[in-house]
């Protein structure tokens, strides 16, 4: 198990990650902060729910708590970024 994470580094990553949408899911109470929804209604909400940068990191925005908000997947395909 150990050698399977060393192999692949970035994992770490991604399950820092995975811990961070959380926490932003959980500060915006788990609701689209553009439609309302509530992203924990929907199935498979984990995959669904999805975290946007308020200022895109393409124009220098960071991944800090402060940069993110909870987004569902539509309102996120819609806007047609990430
Ligand atoms: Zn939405």
């Known amino acids: 198990m150990e050698k399977k994470i060393r192999k ?3 994992k770490r990553t991604r399950a820092l990650k995975e811990a961070l949408r959380l926490r932003v899911f959980v500060r915006d109470n788990w609701t689209c902060y553009i439609c309302g929804l509530r992203v924990r ?8 729910a999805t975290v946007d940068h308020i200022i895109p990191r393409i124009k220098g925005g960071s991944n800090e708590m402060d940069n993110l908000k909870t987004c569902c997947a539509k309102c996120n395909n819609d806007k047609g970024c990430n």
Do not use: K
Not at 41 to 48: G, K, Q, S, V
């Open 41 to 48: 209604d929907l199935p498979n909400h984990p995959r669904m």
């Open 8 to 10: 692949r580094s970035n």
